[in-house]
């Protein structure tokens, strides 16, 4: 099984300024089908990114993802307020599927 | 855009089977992977299994065997049944498309 560590566990950045989230995996994602999912609290996840570094449809330019290998990360280049929220990195490279614990990123 | 909507009981008694069924619309059923993953209060997720177009179903090895993933086309639903479930298994429960687009989640709680 894959295991996914996201780091920091919390982020505490104030609007406007830029966040870069991590994700490493146990071993080498060989397709790089790595996602990142944000989560408002009462709210279902929203897929943001896929394959490592393509956003969903509708997803703002601020977001962007990269990496390859086992070191993946998100960056949001300038927080709006709404982007406080949990963040969720998740493979689905190899089974069983997994997801990283999550990054709490809130409003410093 | 494909969209997904959970529906069951919301409380099921230890030892008996939970059963919920996500309707599809915005697109078929009959194409790639359709999972469902579950999320206890407060906690992150975890990942049950999936439905591929064949009929081939893989599950999470942590869920024992407990856990079956079905598919009727001619409605466009998805099925999930997990067997013997206890207070460990509340949790909200999402059913996730191809497209990795999320249902709105349906809460199952787990008591007597």
């Known amino acids: 099984e894959i295991v996914l560590t996201q780091s920091p566990g919390t982020l505490s950045l104030s609007p406007g300024e830029r966040a870069t989230l991590s994700c490493r995996a146990s071993?080498?994602?060989?397709?790089?089908?790595l996602a990142w999912h944000q989560q408002k609290p009462g709210q279902a996840p929203r897929l943001l990114i896929y394959?490592?570094?393509s956003r969903a449809p509708g997803i703002p330019d601020t977001f962007s993802g990269s990496g390859s290998g086992t070191d993946f990360t998100l960056t949001i280049s300038r927080l709006e307020p709404e982007d406080f929220a949990v963040y969720y990195c998740?493979?689905?490279?190899?089974?069983?599927?997994?997801f990283g614990q999550g990054t709490r990123l809130e409003i410093k | 855009q494909v969209q997904l909507q959970e529906s069951g009981p919301g409380l099921v008694k230890p030892s008996e089977t939970l059963s919920l069924t996500c309707t599809v619309s915005?697109?078929?059923?009959?194409?790639?992977?359709w999972s469902w993953i579950r999320q206890p209060p407060g906690k992150g997720l975890e990942w049950i299994g999936y439905f591929f177009d064949s009929g081939r179903t893989d599950y999470n090895p942590s869920l024992k065997s407990r856990a079956a993933i079905s598919a009727d086309t001619s409605k466009n639903q998805l099925s999930l049944k997990l067997h013997f479930v206890t207070a460990a298994d509340t949790a909200i429960y999402y059913c996730i498309s191809p497209s990795l687009t999320w249902g709105q989640g349906m809460l199952v709680t787990v008591s007597s």
């Open positions: 394959g490592a570094s």
């Open positions: 998740h493979q689905y490279d190899s089974l069983p599927i997994t």
């Open positions: 071993q080498s994602l060989s397709r790089s089908y």
């Open positions: 915005g697109g078929s059923i009959g194409n790639h992977y």
